[in-house]
């Protein structure tokens, strides 16, 4: 740990309470720095590898010692999170056992349970945030949450919804944001802290005397490397391609340009346009956004073969040209890959079999550290998986190289998981190998020991990653960084990018670091205004938790809704629930009792139905909180995590049979957003109606929800085909049909309905039912379908021309091509699945 300005080493070493004695270096800058931080809610900059966990830790253990609770550190990678709690072990003096990890590996269940007994919790954001969304656990008790690598706190990013339940569920919290690169600009810097709601910021750089000790220079070298004519003339072709296409969008007026070379700024307005014309229902929209699609795809090409190397190049063709052959392929990707130029690019890359001069350079470059200078460990940071798979590969003829690459399945690519990342990590620090191969999964904060040198093998255009990079060299001794630019390619032009923003950043921490002052003044101006929901006083935190347990209910009876819900989304959710045709919620769209619904009632109000039940839990009449129960894969929206912030609504996360959302005995909801029901309509797709289908055996009132704007006019789909689709869910299964803006908006509603079925009508929440059993005709489209992602329309064709599975399995292509639907292409996909050898 000595490395990164965290573990033990010669001098004094820091004696503290709860700090294993003997194990921390005193370092007075990182002394300094937990003062301060104990202090208030802080943002700490320090250098990479100058030990930031180290004054999270010293925070950590005087609040455990002082305060007492438990302790939260939040990383935004399992690696991470794995390393400082390995550092926390080590350094606290607390049982291992009390040292706690929450990743997407371990279950939730078992999560809910270590909670209760640790002591320090360091865990990925996006977990906590799923246990907090499904009231598996609290912060109250929790006296200091650490945001490392706080600088990720923009946007939805789970570090922001964390840090407003921390503010608003802790008794006494303190926050500790950490970052070597807080944001670009001040403006950047002061929404990190508005985010995560920290009120002062200190900044230490290589210029305080008491950290300069502890850094060495780092000399940045750059590299042009010419491009081979194969390559250039591979490039020039699909460049043709973005011309023309560009030259399309020009004649419908949404670009001045056809310069292949344009910025992403360029093409991300020229986007902005083209759904300005699909909402004005221009026909011109439609296929500009298409030929829109088919641009990216071609840069991303360009970008490959350019900057990477043909080999990524072509396993991008074959995954390109396998989403071309599968059902619903879009007409982008099959435009993409029936062009004749980049179907020329494709065979002249397919036969090209020398490497890109970057795979030749980087092999010297690794030659003259490890070899003529006596290096003993190299880092190469690519952005492309494919790359770090090739590049390992061929650097391990002449070096002991291994690749480090993120988790799960990305671009056809296997990644590692977070036992692999670990071993090799230890690996590397062991010498048992001197090459890491790596992508920006090893940029944030790991514990990557000191190198001889960092290789870009093509520069980052953003600051903050590449200032991330560096840091990997340069701690105890001076280090080195080489990057390596493709001559005439965006290379140049992301290399320069990332300069002055680097430079610009380096500038504003030193500024910042002049101006702390002025930024904690701006940061605690006006009372607090923005970080009001943070900074509570007190008296106001005791007043809100009096307000929490007031059972007052200040909504008028029968109104169906209570006084929290009234001020905030009854007038929208009112509106999708027919409220302007002087009909009331659910009722407004309860359809006659049929034989189906009047079992369903039965069974959800005597609670005797034979389908297997769930927890059972009451709310709202006696004064409880309203229950939402969402579906686990509805994480992907905000709806649960909006509702879990709301007050006297409290969410719970089970994997649902039946369902998105359950709000009673007798409400199960389906969400669906307006592109999803329209591919039901053009897609063939019946899943929604089977959906649906169940929700009504199980429960007395399903409702769906279409979520989004322009039903009517968002895909050319007749309207007479939508209104039947809506008549099928109403009339034939009994479902409640309603219509929402967006997300927010279905949020009130959900709320809306929760309330009046628990508050109003003293219902309960009761989880039951199942998935109906496919039928034998179902199972055999579920699998004809499945091959080479014909889809289900297609599926049964085939079936009722061939009259069995086996007997499409077994058919010749020509036969294939006789059935109705079934092209070359889609023949030929077929046969190349079911014929092909295994492996």
Same mark, same amino acid.
């Given at each position: 740990?000595?490395?990164?300005?965290?573990?033990?080493?010669?001098? +004094?070493?820091?004696?503290?309470?709860?700090?294993?004695?003997?194990?921390?270096?005193?370092?007075?800058? $990182?002394?300094?720095?937990?003062?301060?931080?104990?202090?208030?809610?802080?943002?700490?900059?320090?250098? =990479?590898?100058?030990?930031?966990?180290?004054?999270?830790?010293?925070? =950590?253990?005087?609040?455990?010692?002082?305060?007492?609770?438990?302790?939260?550190?939040?990383?935004?990678?399992?690696?991470?999170? $794995?390393?400082?709690?390995?550092?926390?072990?080590?350094? #606290?003096?607390?049982?291992?056992?009390?040292?706690?990890?929450?990743?997407?590996?371990?279950?939730?269940?078992?999560?809910?349970?270590?909670?209760?007994?640790?002591?320090?919790?360091?865990?990925?954001?996006?977990?906590?945030?799923?246990?907090?969304?499904?009231?598996?656990?609290?912060?109250?008790?929790?006296?200091?949450?650490?945001?490392?690598?706080?600088?990720?706190?923009?946007?939805?990013?789970? !570090?922001? !919804?964390?840090?407003?339940?921390?503010?608003?569920?802790?008794?006494?919290?303190?926050?500790?944001?950490?970052?070597?690169?807080?944001? /670009?600009?001040?403006?950047?810097?002061?929404?990190?802290?508005?985010?995560?709601?920290?009120?002062?910021?200190?900044?230490?750089?290589?210029?305080?005397?008491?950290?300069?000790?502890?850094?060495?220079?780092?000399?940045?070298?750059?590299?042009?490397?010419?491009?081979?004519?194969?390559?250039?003339?591979?490039?020039?072709?699909?460049?043709?391609?973005?011309?023309?296409?560009?030259?399309?969008?020009?004649?419908?007026?949404? =670009?001045?340009?056809?310069?292949?070379?344009?910025?992403?700024?360029?093409?991300?307005?020229?986007?902005?346009?083209? $759904?300005?014309?699909?909402?004005?229902?221009?026909?011109?929209?439609?296929?500009?956004?298409?030929?829109?699609?088919?641009?990216?795809?071609?840069?991303?090409?360009?970008?490959?073969?350019?900057?990477?190397?043909?080999?990524?190049?072509?396993?991008?063709?074959?995954?390109?040209?396998?989403?071309?052959?599968?059902?619903?392929?879009?007409?982008?990707?099959? @435009?993409?890959?029936?062009?004749?130029?980049?179907?020329?690019?494709?065979?002249?890359?397919?036969?090209?079999?020398?490497?890109?001069?970057?795979?030749?350079?980087?092999?010297?470059?690794?030659?003259?550290?490890?070899?003529?200078?006596?290096?003993?460990?190299?880092?190469?940071?690519?952005?492309?998986?494919?790359?770090?798979?090739?590049?390992?590969?061929?650097?391990?003829?002449?070096?002991?190289?291994?690749?480090?690459?993120?988790?799960?399945?990305?671009?056809?690519?296997?990644?590692?998981?977070?036992?692999?990342? $670990?071993?090799?990590?230890?690996?590397?620090?062991?010498?048992?190998?001197?090459?890491?191969?790596?992508?920006?999964?090893?940029?944030?904060?790991?514990?990557?020991?000191?190198?001889?040198?960092? #290789?870009?093998?093509? *520069?980052?255009? %953003?600051?903050?990653?590449?200032?991330?990079?560096?840091?990997?060299?340069? @701690?105890?001794?001076?280090?080195?960084?080489?990057?390596?630019?493709?001559?005439?390619?965006?290379?140049?032009?992301?290399?320069?990018?990332?300069?002055?923003?680097?430079?610009?950043?380096?500038?504003?921490?030193? +500024?910042?670091?002049?101006?702390?002052?002025?930024?904690?003044?701006?940061?605690?101006?006006?009372?607090?205004?923005?970080?009001?929901?943070?900074?509570?006083?007190?008296?106001?935190?005791?007043?809100?938790?009096?307000?929490?347990?007031?059972?007052?209910?200040?909504?008028? *009876?029968?109104?169906?809704?209570?006084?929290?819900?009234?001020?905030?989304?009854?007038?929208?959710?009112?509106?999708?629930?027919?409220?302007?045709?002087?009909?009331?919620?659910?009722?407004?769209?309860?359809?006659? &009792?049929?034989?189906?619904?009047?079992?369903?009632?039965?069974?959800?109000?005597?609670?005797?139905?034979?389908?297997?039940?769930?927890?059972?839990?009451?709310?709202?009449?006696?004064?409880?909180?309203? +229950?939402?129960?969402?579906?686990?894969?509805?994480?992907?929206?905000?709806?649960?995590?909006?509702?879990?912030?709301?007050? +006297?609504?409290?969410?719970?996360?089970?994997?649902?049979?039946?369902?998105?959302?359950?709000?009673?005995?007798?409400?199960?909801?389906?969400?669906?957003?307006?592109?999803?029901?329209?591919?039901?309509?053009?897609?063939?797709? @019946?899943?929604?109606?089977?959906?649906?289908?169940?929700?009504?055996?199980?429960?007395? @009132?399903?409702?769906?929800?279409?979520?989004?704007?322009?039903?009517?006019?968002?895909?050319?789909?007749?309207?007479?085909?939508?209104?039947?689709?809506?008549?099928?869910?109403?009339?034939?299964?009994?479902?409640?049909? #309603?219509?929402?803006?967006?997300?927010?908006?279905?949020?009130?509603?959900?709320?809306?309905?929760?309330?009046? &079925?628990?508050?109003?009508?003293?219902?309960?929440?009761?989880?039951?039912?199942?998935?109906?059993? %496919?039928?034998?005709?179902?199972?055999?489209?579920?699998?004809?379908?499945?091959?080479?992602?014909?889809?289900?329309?297609?599926?049964?064709?085939?079936?009722?021309?061939?009259?069995?599975?086996? /007997?499409?399995?077994?058919?010749?292509?020509?036969?294939?091509?006789?059935?109705?639907?079934?092209?070359?292409?889609?023949?030929?996909?077929?046969?190349?699945?079911?014929?092909?050898?295994?492996?």
């Amino acid at each position: 740990m000595a490395a990164t300005g965290e573990g033990g080493g010669e001098g +004094e070493t820091v004696e503290e309470p709860l700090v294993t004695p003997g194990h921390l270096q005193r370092r007075e800058y $990182q002394v300094e720095l937990a003062e301060r931080a104990l202090a208030g809610h802080t943002l700490v900059c320090l250098p =990479t590898g100058l030990g930031k966990t180290a004054v999270s830790l010293l925070v =950590t253990a005087r609040r455990l010692h002082e305060v007492g609770g438990k302790s939260l550190l939040l990383a935004p990678t399992k690696p991470l999170v $794995q390393q400082h709690a390995e550092f926390y072990r080590e350094a #606290l003096e607390t049982p291992d056992d009390e040292v706690v990890v929450f990743t997407g590996e371990v279950r939730p269940d078992d999560r809910a349970d270590l909670w209760e007994s640790a002591r320090v919790v360091v865990a990925t954001p996006q977990v906590v945030e799923n246990d907090l969304v499904g009231n598996r656990v609290s912060l109250r008790e929790v006296t200091h949450c650490t945001f490392d690598e706080c600088h990720r706190a923009t946007g939805d990013y789970a !570090y922001n !919804y964390i840090a407003e339940r921390y503010h608003d569920d802790a008794a006494d919290p303190l926050v500790t944001g950490m970052s070597a690169s807080p944001g /670009g600009d001040e403006e950047e810097i002061l929404t990190v802290c508005e985010n995560l709601g920290l009120d002062a910021v200190e900044v230490m750089t290589e210029r305080d005397a008491d950290v300069g000790e502890y850094t060495h220079r780092t000399d940045v070298e750059w590299e042009r490397v010419e491009l081979p004519e194969t390559v250039i003339e591979i490039r020039d072709a699909l460049n043709e391609v973005i011309e023309e296409r560009l030259a399309a969008l020009k004649e419908i007026d949404v =670009t001045g340009s056809t310069d292949p070379q344009m910025s992403q700024r360029d093409l991300n307005e020229i986007r902005g346009k083209l $759904q300005r014309m699909i909402n004005a229902d221009n026909a011109d929209g439609y296929q500009g956004m298409s030929a829109h699609a088919e641009i990216m795809k071609l840069r991303r090409a360009v970008e490959l073969v350019e900057t990477q190397s043909v080999e990524s190049l072509r396993r991008y063709f074959e995954r390109q040209r396998n989403a071309a052959r599968s059902s619903g392929a879009s007409k982008a990707a099959q @435009r993409f890959v029936s062009e004749p130029r980049v179907q020329e690019a494709m065979r002249r890359a397919e036969a090209y079999d020398d490497l890109h001069p970057k795979f030749r350079r980087t092999r010297i470059l690794l030659a003259q550290t490890l070899g003529i200078e006596g290096g003993e460990r190299v880092i190469v940071f690519t952005e492309s998986r494919d790359t770090a798979e090739t590049l390992t590969e061929f650097l391990g003829e002449h070096f002991e190289a291994r690749k480090f690459v993120g988790q799960g399945d990305k671009e056809g690519s296997d990644g590692m998981t977070q036992t692999e990342q $670990q071993a090799a990590l230890e690996a590397f620090r062991d010498g048992e190998f001197e090459v890491l191969v790596s992508t920006s999964v090893a940029e944030e904060g790991l514990d990557v020991p000191e190198v001889d040198l960092v #290789l870009f093998y093509e *520069p980052v255009p %953003k600051g903050i990653r590449a200032i991330q990079r560096k840091g990997r060299t340069g @701690r105890q001794t001076e280090g080195k960084v080489h990057v390596l630019l493709a001559e005439d390619t965006r290379d140049e032009a992301y290399f320069w990018i990332a300069r002055r923003e680097q430079k610009r950043m380096e500038e504003e921490l030193r +500024e910042l670091k002049g101006a702390v002052d002025e930024v904690n003044d701006e940061l605690g101006a006006g009372d607090q205004e923005s970080l009001g929901a943070y900074d509570e006083t007190e008296e106001g935190r005791r007043d809100r938790e009096r307000e929490r347990d007031c059972d007052c209910d200040s909504a008028a *009876p029968g109104d169906g809704e209570s006084g929290a819900a009234a001020g905030r989304g009854s007038e929208r959710a009112g509106a999708g629930t027919g409220a302007d045709d002087g009909q009331s919620g659910l009722d407004a769209f309860a359809p006659e &009792e049929g034989p189906d619904a009047e079992n369903a009632r039965s069974e959800s109000e005597s609670g005797t139905g034979s389908e297997p039940e769930g927890t059972v839990a009451t709310a709202g009449a006696d004064g409880s909180a309203v +229950e939402v129960v969402a579906d686990q894969r509805e994480l992907d929206a905000t709806i649960a995590r909006d509702l879990s912030t709301r007050e +006297e609504i409290e969410t719970r996360l089970e994997t649902l049979a039946v369902g998105d959302y359950v709000l009673s005995d007798r409400v199960v909801v389906e969400r669906k957003s307006v592109e999803d029901f329209l591919d039901t309509l053009v897609g063939g797709d @019946r899943s929604l109606f089977e959906q649906v289908g169940d929700a009504a055996r199980h429960y007395a @009132r399903p409702v769906v929800i279409i979520e989004g704007e322009r039903l009517y006019e968002s895909r050319n789909v007749h309207p007479n085909a939508i209104r039947g689709a809506l008549a099928a869910l109403a009339v034939d299964f009994g479902a409640s049909v #309603l219509r929402t803006d967006g997300e927010d908006d279905t949020a009130d509603l959900l709320e809306t309905v929760a309330r009046r &079925e628990q508050e109003t009508s003293d219902r309960e929440v009761s989880v039951h039912g199942e998935k109906a059993a %496919k039928t034998l005709p179902e199972q055999q489209e579920y699998v004809v379908s499945s091959i080479a992602d014909i889809g289900p329309v297609t599926a049964r064709s085939l079936l009722e021309a061939f009259g069995s599975v086996e /007997g499409v399995m077994t058919a010749g292509e020509e036969d294939l091509l006789d059935v109705e639907g079934v092209g070359e292409v889609t023949a030929e996909r077929i046969r190349e699945v079911v014929g092909s050898d295994y492996g």
